[in-house]
């Protein structure tokens, strides 16, 4: 089992991973672009071709913490707090995917240009709404990466149940147990890898989350883009990642048929959250999948 390396998974108290955190998205610049009649938040890291993070749902940029420095090494990093998520503004409903999905463009559009190429990557309920987005681009699109394949259609609830709704009536140490048990069940394949930084993340991302992503990400609406996509498409799964329990090479072959040049990578030993859990094994392959994707075809 691959375990968190010491930059920031070993750091063991507040006093310890808050500076840390601190100081990677202090590293960033702040952009803000419209979100109707509020904000939509980016942190953008680094230089060169602009590389664009997509969080999961009840998530935020913090959902990449582990990855944008070193990604920041190769590419302009931009990392979103999607519309009703993290730092940013919830806008007028509805909130569904084209919604969502068009304000995250037009904010996009402001920071790489209306011409500019990018990659794409989203991670579970980013890789939907980031799939709408990079069909949108066309020729635009340098690369899309898929990492937790949501939006793939409904899927048993077997392998997550027991997972808690947290709630504003819970005392302290309820939601604690409650934030651990979620991360267990869902997010992460080894309980040792639930650490004290994983739980500030998912506890203050879930406090901030004021849209309900679940049923778009329940939705099919990753493999209909995926037919339309003009650009290199790339999957990464972590081997024991619950939402594709038992089915991951269905899954695969799902994608394959609607992008028959899909480039699909799974990593052994981890789980949904698979560029928190194993940081150092995801920042390798996805990028080697960048660099492959300037030779591979289109998914159209």
């Not at 949108?136 to 259609?153: H, W, Y």
């Not at 005392?171 to 930084?197: G, Y």
């Not at 049923?215 to 996509?229: G, I, K, Q």
């Amino acid at each position: 089992m691959r375990s968190i390396s010491a930059d920031a998974g070993s750091l063991k108290s507040p006093m310890t991973f808050l500076p840390w955190l601190n100081d990677v998205s202090g590293r960033a610049r702040r952009i803000e672009t419209p979100c109707d009649d509020g904000s939509m938040v980016w942190r953008v890291w680094g230089e060169g071709e602009p590389l664009v993070l997509l969080h999961g749902g009840f998530g935020s940029w913090m959902h990449w913490c582990r990855n944008v420095l070193p990604l920041s090494q190769h590419y302009q990093v931009i990392a979103a707090d999607i519309p009703g998520l993290g730092e940013s503004d919830l806008p007028d409903p509805p909130h569904d995917a084209d919604r969502l999905a068009g304000i995250i463009s037009n904010g996009l559009s402001e920071i790489v240009g209306k011409t500019g190429r990018c990659h794409i990557v989203g991670f579970s309920f980013g890789s939907m709404l980031g799939s709408v987005v990079a069909s949108g681009l066309e020729d635009r699109l340098s690369s899309l990466t898929l990492v937790g394949v949501a939006g793939m259609g409904p899927r048993e609830r077997g392998p997550t149940a027991g997972m808690v709704r947290v709630h504003p009536e819970m005392d302290a140490d309820e939601h604690d147990r409650a934030i651990r048990t979620n991360l267990e069940i869902l997010m992460l394949a080894d309980p040792a890898n639930v650490d004290d930084l994983a739980m500030h993340i998912q506890s203050d991302n879930t406090k901030r989350s004021r849209i309900r992503s679940r049923p778009l990400s329940l939705s099919d609406r990753t493999l209909v883009e995926l037919e339309r996509v003009w650009g290199p498409v790339g999957a990464i799964w972590g081997g024991h990642d619950r939402t594709c329990w038992g089915v991951i090479e269905e899954r695969k072959q799902e994608i394959m048929d609607a992008a028959p040049s899909a480039d699909i990578r799974v990593l052994d030993g981890v789980g949904h959250w698979v560029q928190y859990e194993d940081a150092e094994g995801f920042n390798a392959e996805l990028l080697d999948l960048l660099a492959d994707a300037r030779g591979r075809p289109s998914g159209r």
